[in-house]
């Protein structure tokens, strides 16, 4: 195991609704990235925050947002849920400037 | 721009054989190059990375795999499968000290152990 914990571990959700996804770092990590990965594909970079702040974005929307709290952890939040959210949402933690990253086990969310 | 190509989406090898999955990256800079396993419903796991150190790279479970810049691949291999082994296989490419940290991966390789 990683220690990178996220929650909820699957959800369902009506598109249109907003849905909050939770992360929280490996021990001595401040920097967390997102990432979405659709069923049979690779995973798919969002975002990365670190000193609470967005640090680098992918292809993905506004409606994609995110926070980092003092304590590192993370939060995903997604508005206006449409089909095509349906996904594995992967959280990773590094040491900031560190080249590697680690994952947790992922949020599965199916949007209906 | 970073891009991984990853050929054969499923493998299949009987217990004892040899592995090899293969990963060809694009990149406009010396690129740091990973490969991650997923077992069914679990995140990405690491199994080995380069890090322009040495170009062969050991990992976890008896897996390596080794840098070749002429031929922009970085190839997975194991010299005899194990059905722990059956998984899905992503190589990744990162630049370092690029906006984000990201990490481009490529689609997966699903690998299939027959007994």
């Known amino acids: 195991e990683t220690g990178v914990t996220q929650s909820p571990t699957h959800l369902i959700k009506t598109r249109g609704q907003q849905v909050t996804l939770r992360c929280s770092s490996q021990?001595?990590?401040?920097?967390v990235s997102w990432y979405q990965q659709a069923l049979g594909q690779g995973p798919q970079f969002i975002f990365q925050y670190y000193r609470e702040e967005e640090n680098g974005r992918g292809n993905f929307p506004p409606r994609f947002s995110g926070l980092q709290f003092p304590n590192y952890s993370s939060e995903l939040n997604v508005n206006a849920l449409e089909l095509d959210d349906s996904a594995l949402y992967l959280c990773a933690s590094s040491p900031h400037g560190g080249n590697t990253i680690y994952f947790g086990e992922g949020s599965w969310l199916t949007v209906v | 721009a970073q891009s991984v190509t990853q050929l054969g989406s499923h493998v299949s090898v009987s217990e004892g054989a040899l592995v090899l999955l293969r990963c060809n990256y694009s990149?406009?800079?010396?690129?740091?190059l990973f490969w991650y396993v997923q077992y069914p419903n679990q995140g990405l796991q690491l199994l080995l990375k380069y890090t322009s150190a040495a170009t062969l790279v050991k990992g976890i479970n008896g897996f390596e795999a080794e840098f070749k810049k002429s031929e922009t691949s970085f190839h997975l291999t194991k010299p005899s499968a194990h059905m722990s082994d059956a998984a899905e296989y992503f190589c990744?490419?990162?630049?370092?000290?690029?906006?984000?940290?990201?990490?481009?991966f490529g689609t997966g390789t699903s690998l299939t152990v027959i007994p």
């Open positions: 990744a490419v990162n630049v370092p000290n690029s906006p984000g940290n990201q990490f481009y």
């Open positions: 990149s406009s800079v010396p690129p740091y």
């Open positions: 021990s001595g990590h401040n920097t």
